[in-house]
């Protein structure tokens, strides 16, 4: 990642209002999301920026819900257009996989439509057994 650009954990760097409009009008999973919705999942998550150390921006953004002690989903990946193909991404992922491994998790899980090999880049893969696994949706 470009040195202008700083991985944070601190909860000032997200900008809630940015954030919300990325997922909601750009993310293909969370199109629509209601801004409620999106400031519950905050709140209930650890968050993670990259933040443009020039104009103070932030530039990315991931969040991941876990129990701290042996699962952890990482979703709502989010790099800004504009500096898609700088590196901003895999730092992202860098500084989350950083931040869990102290904690010990046994799994952490993620989906994605588009993104396989930067998530490769950081020890993920296919589900060893994808049929012992399962998922309810709702809406």
């Known amino acids: ?3 202008r650009f700083r991985f944070s954990t601190d909860p000032e760097d997200i900008d809630r209002e940015l954030v919300h409009r990325w997922l909601s009008e750009q993310a293909y999973w969370a199109l629509g999301r209601a801004r409620s919705v999106q400031e519950a999942a905050i709140d209930a998550s ?3 920026a ?3 150390d020039e104009s103070a921006a932030q530039v990315a953004y991931a969040r991941v819900v ?3 002690a042996t699962f952890a989903w990482l979703c709502d990946v989010f790099v800004a257009p504009g500096v898609r193909g700088l590196g901003v991404g895999v730092g992202l992922i860098e500084g989350v996989v950083a931040d869990l ?6 799994r ?3 989906s994605t439509a588009d993104a396989h090999g930067l998530y490769e880049k950081f020890g993920f893969g296919a589900l060893e057994r994808p049929e012992q696994w399962m998922v ?3 809406g």
């Open 1 to 3: 990642m470009d040195a």
């Open 136 to 138: 309810r949706l709702q």
């Open 101 to 106: 491994e102290p904690l010990g998790l046994r």
């Open 108 to 110: 952490m899980a993620l």
């Open 50 to 52: 990259v933040v443009d």
């Open 46 to 48: 650890r968050n993670y």
């Open 66 to 68: 876990t129990d701290g």
